[in-house]
């Protein structure tokens, strides 16, 4: 409670510092710097099926515990197949973004609600917090900011995007350069950035067995780039094209360091993809590649190692590769209805098998007001191959729904 009170005030003392200048939420600070306070009050229901964890915190199905030992227990039998609901509002989040014309500085402080585990959940916790320098034709990013791999492919409203592009790491301290050149009919932005990110791209494994490697330490941040082409097209918005590259260097050990001790690996990863939007319609697809980073993948259970010891002692890295298919269609300016498919998979890793995770969401989105907004989504996803336990070419699904209502300011 005094952790979200003192949160709470400092954010007021923030704003009582200011002296309002102009209408709706724009503030002068001191000097020239503007404030612009913005975000949304959230409120989501959830429903599934066959799932591993509460409905906004899973992407992943549960195994048939018939056939896998480790849940058989009385207890998950008769829940296996029940389903579960819960609600939460900690996705609600406040804002301020700021510029500085006499400096060409623009910045932003970002929070939601989602800190804290337990009892403690519902503390206020940043989420991005930069302060971005105009030079010239460049500009350059300082502080914590979405990742140039995050490029948001999945349509999906759930918390927790389908598995191959769930990054959860998608925001974190880092330097950015970044510049746009125009080209005519279309423009082009082009970017460089220092992540401190290595750590989590290099997944341990959800499900770690005792070959598992994991990140001791990296002495050096996850080096990406990134370019995004918007052409016009002449059937509405522009049409984009993206493709983005990374090289995550990691020393990577074992559990106690008796096979392996601060060995040093590099992975890599890449990503492409494009939306063209026609009329009412938009269109889009997207694929992701990575070696020795399947943290990429983001699945919330069962996500193999991406690095790991071999029967003959070699360092071994986990390859993983997805790609989607998604579509919208906004008949009016007040409704959207989206479906997409995910397919991900894994090569070279741990497992037996090479596990694969599918997943088809269809979804509705309904502006009720100018400042408010329903949506609603149902997800089945089908998990094969995973062997989460030793038992052999297991094959699971499940499904979920969900409903978020969301008053935007």
């Known amino acids: ?40 009050a959230y409120a989501e229901f959830a429903w599934d099926n066959q799932m591993t964890n509460i409905p906004d915190l899973s992407n992943m199905p549960k195994p ?10 009385p207890l998950y039998k008769s829940t296996y197949d029940k389903t579960s609901a819960n609600a939460e509002s900690f996705m609600t989040r406040l804002g301020l973004k ?25 503390n206020f916790r940043m989420r991005q917090a930069w302060v971005e320098h105009e030079l010239g034709s460049f500009n350059v990013l300082i502080g914590q900011a ?16 389908p598995g191959g592009f769930n990054i959860p790491f998608h925001r974190v301290p880092m330097v950015e350069l970044s510049s746009s050149i125009d080209l005519g009919s279309a423009d082009l932005d082009l970017a460089l950035a220092f992540e401190w990110s290595n750590s989590k791209a290099a997944a341990s494994g959800k499900d770690a067995k005792s070959t598992v490697l994991s990140v001791d330490r990296y002495v ?32 990577v050990s074992d559990k106690n360091g008796a ?20 009329s009412m319609f938009k269109i889009g697809a997207n694929f992701q590649y990575s070696d020795g980073a399947t943290g990429y993948a983001g699945l919330t259970d069962y996500e193999p190692a991406s690095y790991y010891l071999s029967t003959s002692g070699d360092v071994e890295k986990t390859q993983m590769y997805a790609w989607n298919v998604n579509a919208t269609v906004s008949p009016t300016s007040y409704i959207t209805v989206g479906a997409e498919y995910d397919y991900a998979k894994f090569d070279n890793d741990v497992l037996p098998s090479d596990p694969k995770v599918e997943t088809v969401v269809g979804n509705i989105k309904i502006k ?42």
């Open 1 to 40: 409670m005094k952790k979200k009170l003192l949160s709470t005030a400092a954010i007021a003392v923030a704003l009582g510092m200011a002296s309002f200048q102009s209408h709706a939420s724009t503030v002068t600070l001191k000097g020239s710097t503007q404030a612009t306070l913005y975000g949304f």
């Open 64 to 73: 048939n515990p018939n056939s896998l030992s480790k849940y058989s227990t």
């Open 98 to 122: 700021f510029t500085n014309s006499d400096a060409n500085i623009k910045g932003k402080l970002e929070g939601d609600f989602k800190g804290g585990s337990g009892s403690n959940k519902g």
């Open 146 to 161: 979405y990742i140039l791999e995050e490029m948001h492919s999945s349509i999906s409203i759930g918390d927790d995007a």
């Open 220 to 251: 050096f941040p996850t080096t990406a780039a990134r370019a995004v082409l918007h052409i016009a097209t002449g059937f509405g918005s522009p049409a984009t094209l993206y493709a983005w590259g990374s090289v995550i260097p990691v020393y």
């Open 259 to 278: 096979n392996v001790s601060d060995d040093f690996e590099t992975g890599y990863g890449f990503g492409a993809g494009i939306r063209v939007p026609i």
């Open 368 to 409: 009720t007001t100018k400042v408010t907004s329903l949506g609603i989504e149902w997800r089945h996803v089908k998990a094969k191959d995973f062997d989460a336990v030793g038992a052999g070419d297991d094959d699971f699904s499940g499904d979920q729904v969900y409903a978020i209502y969301k008053y935007k300011f």
